[in-house]
């Protein structure tokens, strides 16, 4: 079965990085789309980045433009989130989301990420 699990959440300061890891199993990873998504209590889950199966295109919230990277790497079936500049309006729980060709979406645990002193 499809599987998601995040990793790398923590306390960070303001202005501080940490990079999110997301390890997928369950399914041919290398052919989808992989995302990041964040979500703040009493909103709505948000798209943060998305890339491209083989990597060769991503895209990126405006909020989050020029600080943050997402990758992958297909050997390994994870991919990453690399967060720099961080705000504490960043503070959110990131999911790792993969829409899947039956249509389901599928999301992981989630890791908490606090920016704040």
């Known amino acids: 079965q499809v599987q998601l699990v995040e990793s790398g959440g923590g306390l960070v300061q303001p202005g501080g990085s940490l990079r999110l890891s997301c390890a997928a199993s369950?399914?041919?990873?290398?052919?989808?789309?992989m995302s990041w998504y964040r979500q703040t209590p009493g909103k709505e889950r948000e798209l943060v980045a998305s890339?491209?199966?083989?990597?060769?295109?991503?895209n990126y919230a405006d909020a989050v433009k020029g600080r943050f990277t997402i990758s992958r790497d297909n050997a390994k079936n994870r991919v990453y989130l690399r967060m720099n500049s961080l705000k504490p309006e960043d503070t959110a729980v990131y999911y790792c989301?993969?829409?899947?060709?039956?249509?389901?979406?599928?999301w992981g645990q989630g890791t908490q990420v606090t920016v704040s002193y």
């Open positions: 989301n993969v829409v899947h060709r039956s249509g389901t979406n599928y």
């Open positions: 369950g399914f041919t990873f290398s052919i989808y789309v």
């Open positions: 890339i491209t199966s083989g990597g060769g295109s991503t």
